[in-house]
């Protein structure tokens, strides 16, 4: 099964960008961690990172298409204003669940971050830990995925 990790804009300069907020690991270093931890639970995983809306929309149409089972997604800024990525996520969520992941705690943050465009259509969301976040959302991911499927296996049974 794969599993398809999406990040928004300004997330390639973490490491370099406000290192007080965001800490000092790389986008390649939690990317690799979370390469490791995928491979050794025996799934695929893929990474993308864009700063434009449009190309995220269609990261997110071409899961339905490229063999992706689920998404990891920090849309960084776009968690805020973007409808369009909503729309994205709310087409393919009957086949493909997503989880919002987000390295800050963006309730204790400024009030425009409180509003998520996504959170109520996720499966869930992970905030405020870091890189650990990310791992988080891979645990929650897995776990879910690894749910569809015995449900998938037990109606397969049933029939
Ligand atoms: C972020 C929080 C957003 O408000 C911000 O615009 C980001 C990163 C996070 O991971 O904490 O770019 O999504």
Redesign the pocket.
């Known amino acids: 099964m794969k599993i398809k990790v999406i990040h ?4 390639n300069l973490l490491g370099i ?1 406000e290192v007080n ?2 800490g000092p690991a790389k986008l390649e270093d939690i990317n690799k961690n979370l390469e490791v931890v995928a491979k050794q639970n025996g799934f695929e995983i893929e990474f993308f990172q864009s700063n434009h809306e449009g190309d995220i929309v269609d990261a997110i149409q071409e899961s339905l298409t490229d063999g992706t089972n689920g998404i990891i997604i ?7 204003t973007s409808i369009s990525i909503r729309d994205a996520l709310a087409a393919v969520r009957v086949r493909i669940p997503a989880v919002e ?6 309730a204790a ?2 009030e ?2 409180h509003k998520s465009m996504i959170s109520d259509i996720v499966a869930g969301t992970i ?2 830990f870091g890189p650990l ?1 990310y791992h988080l959302g891979l645990i929650s991911m897995m776990e879910i995925l690894n749910q569809l499927k015995m449900a998938q296996q037990s109606q397969g049974q049933n029939q």
């Open positions: 928004g804009p300004n997330l960008r907020i965001y920090n849309p960084a800024a776009l968690t805020h992941v987000h390295m800050s705690n963006v943050r400024e425009f971050r905030t405020g976040s």
